[in-house]
Structure formats: structure tokens, C-alpha cells
């Protein structure tokens, strides 16, 4: 809160010397209002990021708005988003009339200067801008760590019965609930069953698992989530950390028919493409189930209440288990979603009053606990429970809901506990582990290997944690390697075009048109059209005069900026130059379109051309709905 403070009192010393003691001067004005736009733009920023995740901007955040917003439950952020809106916008207007009303010509220079200095360190001490700072200098950083030491593929095999497997992820439901001197009653369904599991009491969580698809990253492949964010979305690429393998991998190569239910949409965030890739071939969300819910009106913002898709789960979880095959069910929660959850209309204990008031986050927690202890109890009661592993897990830790002010205060975990059909439970290990290694314990536990990727087994192994004396602050040294992981390609010759599924394949790799490929020596980095970014024309209008692209776009979108006569065109074509040169432009002029790359030959353009083509690249409007 300290930086914040004198990030604000920079800016108050900056407004103030411009409007009482500054020179009025038109173009001091201006780069003072636009200076001070810069700040409040980066306070909005930030005060909004940590309205979501009380840290204010991560990766996840970055994550989640370059991904596909498909399906958010946003209703309940609309009015907080319009009144920062509100504020921002009557706080400019305020300092704008403070400075222009400014009409001294005879003032010192000075304080122009003192004014700048001001604003640049409000800037610069911004906790926004240090965030993003640190966000963007560590995505290409040299790989330092001894991230290859530690990172270790799993073979793709379990020996023995093969049990099936249930793992249950509870949306932000992390193990401080579970604290009955904290919050009284809360969780007795569960934390009873909890008790009588092998209990994981020392799961503590770090960067790059700090929401939903990030902790399922961390949990089933054992790798935190860091990707690359210039403009980059996962939800455009046709494959999900391609080098990893992953839980679902190791099951499906062992035999598994593997599913996944949750209430939610399948596309937020880029959970459907994580698991598809993957070995998770059975996905269920919110359309999927829409045909076969008794009620198609009983949902919340989000989707499906747990209740109604946790009677999917065991609906399915009998009939799998009838067929007699080796099988496995994720199930992803959601009425404990932030800022203050769901409460389903089964639900018994649906007001939970915490120091005598109520408070709904906590009520939708004793809600959701009672919907997936229901579950569990009737797999146990069920015949086929013997061979059958049970996992319940946090996604992450709860972010910003009206418990977080308590939750803060404690000395918070994530959940993690598994019960098996067939063997002992009732049992706690308090070793000191992270997310990473959920998965690999689970492994293990089926008759696996007894790691995935960083994480280790804690039944049979010991966890990376205890190997660092802070092993939050060290996975952020294995950033620059885990970014790696997602193998774009070095280098495009040969391509193949698919119209139909828009689809870009080269060097082994496909992403998602229409984007732009920015071209440097031995690297490509795709940009995309997508929720938060900029058209595709504004960002090729930021590429270096020499730098080399490759454009897969409508033709009339290249009509506008090169040759008019493509406007009339309704194919995809494919532009290849750099700024300073005539792109060649090809048609795809059927299906299945191959083509070269050849950057070679092209016309050098002159410096008026040039300039032009930039103007007409950045003067593009964002139709975007």
C-alpha cells in the first residue's frame, strides 16, 4: 500500500504544480493530461486486476484477457466496472479543468519541468507499472535455472488393476475453509470425508497456478502456466504446452476412456484446448449438458450449479463403471466462484451467518462442499467403489470475495485429499509440496510413475519445495524455460492453408487464422485478432520498417491497405513482406491451400509509400462487437 500511496502523491504534487505555479503553455498542457491519462489508465488497470485476484496484475490476468472470454459470468462485475469507469472519467475531467484553467504566461518554466518530473514518477512508481514491467522483461529472459535438471517426462503407462479415477476440482476451494476454528461449520460433509482420506496439508501455491486453468496446468502436467502474452492467446493455437505430458496423456496411452464435466463453458480460458490436447477426449460444459438438463432455467452467471453437474458425473461414473473398462472423470465446480459464488436450490445450509452476519461467499462454500460430498458418499455406497480413486482438490486459492479479508489473515493452503476403494486412508502427510505435484501423486497412486514434469509423488517422493529455501520466488526463475515449452516454430517455408477449420500448419505447428506471423532470425511470434488486442492492422503497423510478416486474413482487409482490387474478394489470402516492401498477396483459392514463403525479390517501397502504408495500417478502427 506504500508504493501506491506515494505513486498517488506524485501525481496530486504533479496536478497541483501545473495548475498554481506551472507556465501556461499549450504544449505542457498536453503532455501534462496526456501523462496523467497514463497514470489513471494504469491505476484503472490495476485497481481492477486486484478487484479479481487481490494481487493485482499476474500472469493469470494476462492470461485470462488474451484468452477466450467465452461464457464469463460477468453480470456481477458490470456495475463495480461502470462506477471505476465513472471515477476515472470525472477525475480527468476534474484535473483538466484544474490545469486548463490555468491562464498564467508569466510564470517560470521551472515548475513545467518540476510538473513533468512529478508525473513521470507517479508513473514509474505505479504498482501497475511495475507489475507489467515485471510481467513482459520475464518472458524471454535467458533460461539461468536448472528448470532442465528438474523437468522430467512421465511414461506413458500404469501397471497393475488400473482403478478408476474421479478428481474433483473445487473452484477457490482451498483448505482454509476446512479450519473449524476459523470458520465454525462451515465444511462438515466434506471435511468429514476429509478426514478419513490421505490428507495433503501443506499444499502451498505458486506463481503460474494462481487461477482456474493455471492450477489444472499445474496440477495434471505438473508446470505452471507462463506463456507468451505480445499480443499471443492460447485460445488461437491448435495445441496446449505441446511438449508436456500430462495426466490425461498417461491415461488415455494406458487404456482410460477419460472425461471432464464442469457447469461452466468449455472455451473460457482455454480449458477445452488443454485438455483435448491433452488425452482428454470426453469434454461436457455448459452446451454440451444444455440438451439434457431437466431444467434448462435452473443456472447461474457462469453456467450449470454443481448440484445438476455433479449428478452428470455420477450418472456417468456408473455407467463407465458398469462397462467394466479402466476410466476417468474430472469434474470442475463452480458456485464458489468470486466475488461472492452461487447458491444452488438444493442446498441445505444456504445462509452460513459468519460473527452473526451473513456472507455469501461462505454460504456458497457450504453449499458446493455439500454438492461434492453428496457425490463422493454415493460412489462409496456404490459397489464399484473399491476400485476407484477419489481426488478433491482447490483449482487455487480463493481470489478477492467477501471472505477475503479473513482468508488473508490465515495461513492459507490449497486442498488436496484422495481416498482409495482398495487401500488405507485416514492418514495426514504434512510434507511441505506444491500444486505441481497433485498429478504425480495421483499417478503414483494408480500405479504409474511417480512424477510429472516438476512435480514428485509425496508418497513416494519428495516434492521440488524442499529443495529451495522459496519455492514461489524460484519458479519465477523457470520462467523463460516454461515459455519455451509452448515450441512455437523458428522458421516458415512450406504452409498448408485450411479454409474450412482456419487453420495455419507449418514447421509441424498450427495456429488459428486470421493472425500475423512477425518473422526475426530464428524466431516467430504469432500475433492474433483477439478479445483486448489491437486489430491485426494496428499491430503490423508496430513492426520495424525491415522487419518480415506473414498476414493470413480476409482478402478485403489487404484490399485496404495495398490493392483496392481485393476489397471485392471474399477468399483468405496470404500476405508475406515486411513494411518497407510490395507484400506479395496470394489467394487461397480452395480448401486445402499449400503454399511457400519467399521473402526474397520483393519491390523496395520509398519512404513516402512506406509512410503511407504505416498511416492506413494504424488509422484502422476496431469493429469488434
Request: glycine letters at 6%.
Given at each position: 500500500m506504500a508504493l501506491e500511496f506515494i505513486s498517488v502523491l506524485f501525481f496530486i504534487a504533479s496536478v497541483v504544480l501545473c495548475a498554481v505555479k506551472a507556465k501556461r503553455n499549450s504544449f505542457w498542457i498536453s503532455l501534462t493530461l496526456v501523462l496523467s491519462a497514463l497514470f489513471l489508465l494504469l491505476s484503472s488497470i490495476w485497481i481492477a486486476s486486484n478487484y479479481f485476484t487481490g494481487e493485482g496484475v499476474n500472469d493469470e490476468v494476462l492470461f485470462t484477457v488474451t484468452n477466450s472470454l467465452t461464457g464469463a459470468g460477468v453480470d456481477k462485475y458490470v456495475l463495480p466496472a461502470v462506477g471505476l469507469l465513472g471515477f476515472i472519467l470525472v477525475i480527468f475531467g476534474l484535473l483538466s479543468w484544474l490545469i486548463l484553467s490555468n491562464k498564467n504566461t508569466a510564470r517560470k518554466t521551472t515548475y513545467n519541468f518540476a510538473a513533468l518530473l512529478f508525473s513521470l514518477l507517479a508513473i514509474g512508481t505505479s504498482p501497475a507499472t511495475a507489475q507489467l514491467f515485471k510481467l513482459t522483461t520475464s518472458q524471454y529472459g535467458d533460461d539461468k535455472s536448472d528448470f532442465s535438471q528438474n523437468y522430467k517426462d512421465a511414461i506413458k503407462s500404469i501397471n497393475g488393476s488400473k482403478p478408476n479415477l474421479i478428481y474433483i476440482f473445487g473452484e477457490s476451494l482451498e483448505r482454509t475453509y476446512f479450519d473449524n476454528d476459523v470458520f465454525p461449520d462451515l465444511t462438515p460433509e466434506l471435511g468429514a470425508i476429509k478426514q478419513e482420506s490421505i490428507d495433503f496439508s501443506n499444499t502451498?501455491?505458486?506463481?503460474?497456478?494462481?487461477?482456474?486453468?493455471?492450477?489444472?496446468?499445474?496440477?495434471?502436467?505438473?508446470?505452471?502456466?507462463?506463456?507468451?502474452?505480445?499480443?499471443?492467446?492460447?485460445?488461437?493455437?491448435?495445441?496446449?504446452y505441446p511438449r508436456s505430458i500430462c495426466l490425461g496423456d498417461v491415461l488415455k496411452a494406458s487404456g482410460y476412456?477419460?472425461?471432464?464435466?464442469?457447469?461452466?463453458?468449455?472455451?473460457?480460458?482455454?480449458?477445452?484446448?488443454?485438455?483435448?490436447?491433452?488425452?482428454?477426449?470426453?469434454?461436457?460444459?455448459?452446451?454440451?449438458?444444455?440438451?439434457?438438463?431437466?431444467?434448462?432455467?435452473?443456472?447461474?452467471?457462469?453456467?450449470?450449479?454443481?448440484?445438476?453437474?455433479?449428478?452428470?458425473?455420477?450418472?456417468?461414473?456408473?455407467?463407465?463403471?458398469?462397462?467394466?473398462?479402466?476410466?476417468?472423470i474430472f469434474a470442475l465446480t463452480v458456485d464458489t466462484h468470486h466475488p461472492d459464488g452461487y447458491?444452488?436450490?438444493?442446498?441445505?445450509?444456504?445462509?452460513?451467518?459468519y460473527n452473526n452476519k451473513s456472507n455469501q461467499s461462505l454460504s456458497a462454500v457450504a453449499c458446493s462442499q455439500e454438492q461434492v460430498?453428496?457425490?463422493?458418499?454415493?460412489?462409496?455406497?456404490?459397489?464399484?467403489?473399491?476400485?476407484?480413486?477419489?481426488?478433491?482438490?482447490?483449482?487455487?486459492?480463493?481470489?478477492?470475495?467477501?471472505?477475503?479479508?479473513?482468508?488473508?489473515?490465515?495461513?492459507?493452503?490449497?486442498?488436496?485429499?484422495?481416498?482409495?476403494?482398495?487401500?488405507?486412508?485416514?492418514?495426514?502427510?504434512?510434507?511441505?509440496?506444491?500444486?505441481?505435484?497433485?498429478?504425480?501423486?495421483?499417478?503414483?497412486?494408480?500405479?504409474?510413475?511417480?512424477?510429472?514434469?516438476?512435480?514428485?509423488?509425496?508418497?513416494?517422493?519428495?516434492?521440488?519445495?524442499?529443495?529451495?529455501?522459496?519455492?514461489?520466488?524460484?519458479?519465477?526463475?523457470?520462467?523463460?524455460?516454461?515459455?519455451?515449452?509452448?515450441?512455437?516454430?523458428?522458421?516458415?517455408?512450406?504452409?498448408?492453408?485450411?479454409?474450412?477449420?482456419?487453420?495455419?500448419?507449418?514447421?509441424?505447428?498450427?495456429?488459428?487464422?486470421?493472425?500475423?506471423?512477425?518473422?526475426?532470425?530464428?524466431?516467430?511470434?504469432?500475433?492474433?485478432?483477439?478479445?483486448?488486442?489491437?486489430?491485426?492492422?494496428?499491430?503490423?503497423?508496430?513492426?520495424?520498417?525491415?522487419?518480415?510478416?506473414?498476414?493470413?486474413?480476409?482478402?478485403?482487409?489487404?484490399?485496404?491497405?495495398?490493392?483496392?482490387?481485393?476489397?471485392?474478394?471474399?477468399?483468405?489470402?496470404?500476405?508475406?513482406?515486411?513494411?518497407?516492401?510490395?507484400?506479395?498477396?496470394?489467394?487461397?483459392?480452395?480448401?486445402?491451400?499449400?503454399?511457400?514463403?519467399?521473402?526474397?525479390?520483393?519491390?523496395?517501397?520509398?519512404?513516402?509509400?512506406?509512410?503511407?502504408?504505416?498511416?492506413?495500417?494504424?488509422?484502422?478502427?476496431?469493429?469488434?462487437?
Amino acid at each position: 500500500m506504500a508504493l501506491e500511496f506515494i505513486s498517488v502523491l506524485f501525481f496530486i504534487a504533479s496536478v497541483v504544480l501545473c495548475a498554481v505555479k506551472a507556465k501556461r503553455n499549450s504544449f505542457w498542457i498536453s503532455l501534462t493530461l496526456v501523462l496523467s491519462a497514463l497514470f489513471l489508465l494504469l491505476s484503472s488497470i490495476w485497481i481492477a486486476s486486484n478487484y479479481f485476484t487481490g494481487e493485482g496484475v499476474n500472469d493469470e490476468v494476462l492470461f485470462t484477457v488474451t484468452n477466450s472470454l467465452t461464457g464469463a459470468g460477468v453480470d456481477k462485475y458490470v456495475l463495480p466496472a461502470v462506477g471505476l469507469l465513472g471515477f476515472i472519467l470525472v477525475i480527468f475531467g476534474l484535473l483538466s479543468w484544474l490545469i486548463l484553467s490555468n491562464k498564467n504566461t508569466a510564470r517560470k518554466t521551472t515548475y513545467n519541468f518540476a510538473a513533468l518530473l512529478f508525473s513521470l514518477l507517479a508513473i514509474g512508481t505505479s504498482p501497475a507499472t511495475a507489475q507489467l514491467f515485471k510481467l513482459t522483461t520475464s518472458q524471454y529472459g535467458d533460461d539461468k535455472s536448472d528448470f532442465s535438471q528438474n523437468y522430467k517426462d512421465a511414461i506413458k503407462s500404469i501397471n497393475g488393476s488400473k482403478p478408476n479415477l474421479i478428481y474433483i476440482f473445487g473452484e477457490s476451494l482451498e483448505r482454509t475453509y476446512f479450519d473449524n476454528d476459523v470458520f465454525p461449520d462451515l465444511t462438515p460433509e466434506l471435511g468429514a470425508i476429509k478426514q478419513e482420506s490421505i490428507d495433503f496439508s501443506n499444499t502451498i501455491q505458486i506463481p503460474g497456478a494462481e487461477n482456474t486453468v493455471s492450477g489444472m496446468v499445474s496440477a495434471l502436467c505438473g508446470i505452471p502456466l507462463f506463456a507468451p502474452f505480445d499480443s499471443n492467446a492460447s485460445s488461437s493455437l491448435s495445441t496446449f504446452y505441446p511438449r508436456s505430458i500430462c495426466l490425461g496423456d498417461v491415461l488415455k496411452a494406458s487404456g482410460y476412456t477419460n472425461y471432464f464435466y464442469q457447469g461452466a463453458n468449455l472455451a473460457f480460458a482455454g480449458k477445452e484446448l488443454l485438455l483435448s490436447t491433452h488425452g482428454i477426449d470426453h469434454l461436457y460444459g455448459y452446451q454440451e449438458l444444455k440438451p439434457f438438463v431437466k431444467d434448462p432455467n435452473y443456472k447461474n452467471e457462469w453456467g450449470w450449479y454443481d448440484d445438476t453437474t455433479l449428478d452428470f458425473v455420477y450418472d456417468k461414473f456408473e455407467e463407465l463403471s458398469k462397462a467394466g473398462k479402466p476410466f476417468s472423470i474430472f469434474a470442475l465446480t463452480v458456485d464458489t466462484h468470486h466475488p461472492d459464488g452461487y447458491i444452488d436450490a438444493t442446498c441445505k445450509r444456504n445462509n452460513y451467518l459468519y460473527n452473526n452476519k451473513s456472507n455469501q461467499s461462505l454460504s456458497a462454500v457450504a453449499c458446493s462442499q455439500e454438492q461434492v460430498a453428496k457425490l463422493i458418499n454415493k460412489i462409496k455406497a456404490s459397489p464399484y467403489f473399491k476400485n476407484t480413486v477419489i481426488v478433491v482438490s482447490s483449482d487455487h486459492l480463493a481470489m478477492n470475495n467477501t471472505a477475503y479479508s479473513i482468508l488473508t489473515k490465515q495461513n492459507r493452503r490449497d486442498l488436496f485429499f484422495v481416498l482409495r476403494g482398495d487401500g488405507e486412508n485416514n492418514q495426514v502427510i504434512d510434507q511441505k509440496r506444491t500444486t505441481l505435484d497433485n498429478g504425480a501423486t495421483v499417478l503414483d497412486m494408480l500405479g504409474g510413475d511417480n512424477f510429472i514434469g516438476l512435480g514428485r509423488s509425496s508418497l513416494t517422493s519428495e516434492s521440488l519445495a524442499n529443495n529451495y529455501h522459496d519455492i514461489r520466488k524460484h519458479t519465477l526463475r523457470w520462467k523463460p524455460a516454461i515459455i519455451k515449452m509452448w515450441d512455437f516454430p523458428k522458421t516458415i517455408t512450406d504452409y498448408v492453408l485450411n479454409t474450412d477449420s482456419k487453420m495455419l500448419t507449418f514447421s509441424g505447428a498450427s495456429f488459428k487464422f486470421p493472425l500475423i506471423l512477425r518473422v526475426n532470425n530464428g524466431r516467430i511470434d504469432p500475433l492474433f485478432d483477439v478479445y483486448m488486442s489491437d486489430p491485426l492492422e494496428k499491430q503490423l503497423s508496430t513492426l520495424a520498417p525491415d522487419e518480415k510478416f506473414v498476414w493470413v486474413d480476409s482478402c478485403n482487409r489487404m484490399g485496404n491497405v495495398w490493392d483496392a482490387s481485393l476489397k471485392s474478394v471474399n477468399n483468405v489470402c496470404i500476405a508475406t513482406g515486411s513494411l518497407t516492401t510490395k507484400p506479395q498477396i496470394v489467394e487461397a483459392d480452395r480448401d486445402l491451400y499449400r503454399g511457400k514463403v519467399m521473402f526474397d525479390g520483393l519491390q523496395k517501397l520509398d519512404e513516402a509509400t512506406y509512410q503511407q502504408t504505416v498511416k492506413k495500417l494504424s488509422s484502422v478502427v476496431d469493429t469488434t462487437p
